[in-house]
């Protein structure tokens, strides 16, 4: 077998991974390889076999705390030869002491228990067909102005800060995002990205059920007949039956898995993740 090279991404290689990922029915967002590169443009990684890339994936290191591996996959003509198990491993050791999150597919679970990782709990993905339903909270669309208090409430719901990658994603192009304010507080947001069939929303954080279901609601308006993806964690019940009130159908799930623990998040508050391949 030929040895497996493995070297840092280039910004127009991650293309590949994200061609990939359609290949595999993941529905990447059609914005999804420029603004997840900005999350850690030294975190993606390929693995050659003469000159070919056979295997990609990334681990992003948020903080001196905590990293998310993601976008991991093998060619299909390439798998069963150990590669993704060296890319993996390598992807760890680039993430040090941190504790490690990823949304391992179903069938790997046995497989990332050997390396180190365990399981909690499923996120599913559910999905419908958008409609209009009526909103009860004051919904306001995202402009720069709400983007530090944004980023305040998003450290509630997510393991780290993640600065630079959440200003862009909220405002990034063919998308939408929206927040709830009370006396200028905010008390949910969302963002809705457009795919390359659909639409996905990510996060949907809120302080209430109440408020999760008005944003949601809020991003189905403008884009009714189209459909509307959700990737939900089953450890907030109350996440779990507001896709089942909005008659979604689970099409897809992961497990979330961690290597040093499950960090400290406001779980009751997160409605849906921000993608599979970020955390």
Not at 193 to 203: A, D, S, T
């Amino acid at each position: 077998m030929s040895q497996l090279k493995i070297r840092t991404m280039l910004p127009e290689e991650l293309s590949i991974a994200t061609n990939w990922a359609a290949q595999e029915g993941w529905n990447p967002g059609i914005n999804d390889a420029a603004l997840f590169y900005l999350a850690d443009p030294t975190g993606f990684f390929v693995g050659e076999v003469d000159g070919e890339v056979v295997a990609v994936g990334s681990a992003v290191r948020y903080d001196e705390h905590y990293a998310f591996c993601g976008l991991y996959i093998v060619a299909p003509a390439h798998r069963g030869k150990g590669y993704g198990l060296e890319l993996t491993k390598h992807r760890l050791n680039y993430c040090g002491e941190r504790n490690v999150g990823i949304d391992g597919v179903l069938e790997n679970v046995e497989i990332y228990k050997r390396i180190g990782y365990v399981p909690y709990y499923q996120n599913k993905r559910f999905q419908k067909i958008a409609s209009s339903k009526q909103i009860n909270s004051a919904i306001s669309e995202v402009t720069d102005s709400h983007i530090s208090a944004i980023l305040n409430y998003d450290l509630q719901c997510f393991s780290a800060p993640r600065k630079t990658f959440l200003s862009v994603w909220l405002m990034q192009q063919h998308g939408r995002a929206v927040c709830v304010l009370e006396d200028g507080v905010v008390k949910g947001y969302a963002v809705r990205r457009k795919c390359q069939e659909g639409y996905k929303v990510g996060p949907l954080f809120a302080d209430s059920p109440a408020i999760a279901a008005d944003i949601f609601h809020a991003l189905q308006q403008d884009i009714q007949g189209e459909i509307i993806i959700l990737d939900v964690p089953e450890n907030n019940p109350d996440a779990v039956r507001l896709a089942e009130t909005e008659k979604m159908e689970v099409v897809f799930a992961t497990s979330r898995m961690y290597q040093k623990g499950l960090p400290k998040t406001n779980s009751n508050k997160i409605f849906g993740i921000t993608t599979f391949e970020l955390g």
